[in-house]
C-alpha cells in the first residue's frame, strides 16, 4: 500500500545548521504526538535521531509472534504463519574480515536451534531476512506515517533490485557489527520484544577510531569510546520503540534481554 504525503516547507529551513551541536540526549517522543510535517523538520532535515514509542501496538508481529504469557518466542505461530524458508544466519561467535561468518539455513530449523538452547548455536543471529520480499501478502508490520519517504527502497524496488527491508531475530548475546548505513542513508528500526541495546555515535565522532591505516573497528565497547573520547549515546530500546537512525550516524547493536 502507497502513502502519499504532503508538507508546507516555506516556514522549514532549506538546511541543517552545520554549527548546531548534537544533543545531549535523544529525544524519546510518542508516534501520535508527532505529525509527519514536525518529524520532517525536528528531525529528518536536520539528520536528528529521535526514538518514537508506541509504534508496533496494532502489528501482527508484535502481538503474535511474542507469547507475552511466557515471555518467550511463539515458534508454533511462526511455523504456522511462516514457510520453511531459506534465511540468512549469521554466527555473533565468529568473524569473517569485517563481518560475522554467515550461513543459511531453513527458517524451520533456526526456530528448532532456538528450542533446543544449546551453547553451540546460541550466537546463531537470523539478520538481513527479506521477510516482506518473500512474503508480500504476510502483513506482519505497517510503516509509520513519519517513515513513509523512504527513496532508497522506492528506488532499488523500481528498478527491481534488493531492498533494505530487513527482519532480525537473535537471542541475548547476539549483535552486529560497528557501521552506518549502507549509501549514507537514514534508517528506522522497531524492536518488539525485550531491550535492544544501541551504541550510537554523534556524526564525525567515528574519525575518533580509526586506526593507522584509516580502518575503523569491527566492534566498539563503551570503555573503548570512553578511551577516545568520542560522543556516543548508550539507548536502551524497549518493546514497541522505533529508533530514526540518521544519515552518516555510526553504530552497533546488541541484543540484551534474556529471551526464551
Known amino acids: 500500500m502507497s502513502t502519499e504525503l504532503e508538507i508546507e516547507i516555506s516556514s522549514i529551513p532549506l538546511a541543517p545548521d552545520p ?7 535523544i529525544e524519546r517522543i510518542p508516534l501520535a504526538d508527532l505529525s509527519y510535517e ?15 514509542s508506541s509504534v508496533a501496538d496494532s502489528w501482527e508481529c508484535f502481538r503474535r509472534w511474542i507469547n507475552h504469557d511466557s515471555k518467550g518466542l511463539n515458534g508454533a505461530y511462526l511455523r504456522e504463519a511462516i514457510p520453511n524458508l531459506t534465511v540468512p544466519v549469521a554466527d555473533c561467535g565468529k568473524q569473517y574480515y569485517n563481518s560475522h561468518e554467515k550461513t543459511e539455513m531453513k527458517f524451520h530449523e533456526f526456530l528448532d536451534c532456538w528450542d533446543c538452547r544449546e551453547e553451540s548455536t546460541s550466537k546463531l543471529y537470523l539478520k538481513d531476512w527479506h521477510l516482506r520480499e518473500m512474503l508480500p501478502e504476510y502483513e506482519f508490520y505497517e510503516t ?7 527513496w532508497l527502497n522506492e528506488y532499488l524496488l523500481d528498478h527491481g533490485e534488493d531492498d533494505y527491508m530487513f527482519v532480525y531475530l537473535g537471542r541475548e548475546g547476539t549483535w552486529t557489527s560497528f557501521h552506518a548505513d549502507v549509501f549514507s542513508s537514514y534508517s528506522w528500526s522497531t524492536n518488539i520484544f525485550g531491550v535492544k541495546k544501541w551504541l550510537l555515535l554523534a556524526p564525525k565522532e567515528e574519525q575518533k577510531l580509526k586506526d593507522s591505516l584509516g580502518n575503523l573497528p569491527f566492534r566498539i565497547s ?4 570512553d578511551e577516545k573520547e ?16 540518521p544519515s552518516g550516524w555510526y553504530h552497533q547493536q546488541y541484543e540484551t534481554f534474556s529471551f526464551q
Open 144 to 150: 509509520p506515517y513519519c517513515f513513509a519517504s523512504d
Open 38 to 52: 514536525q518529524f520532517f523538520a525536528r528531525y529528518l532535515l536536520p539528520n536528528k535521531a529521535v526514538i518514537l
Open 19 to 25: 554549527a548546531v551541536e548534537p544533543p545531549q540526549e
Open 230 to 245: 568520542v560522543k556516543y549515546y548508550n539507548i536502551l530500546q524497549k518493546a514497541g520503540e522505533a529508533i530514526f537512525v
Open 222 to 225: 563503551e570503555e573503548l569510546l
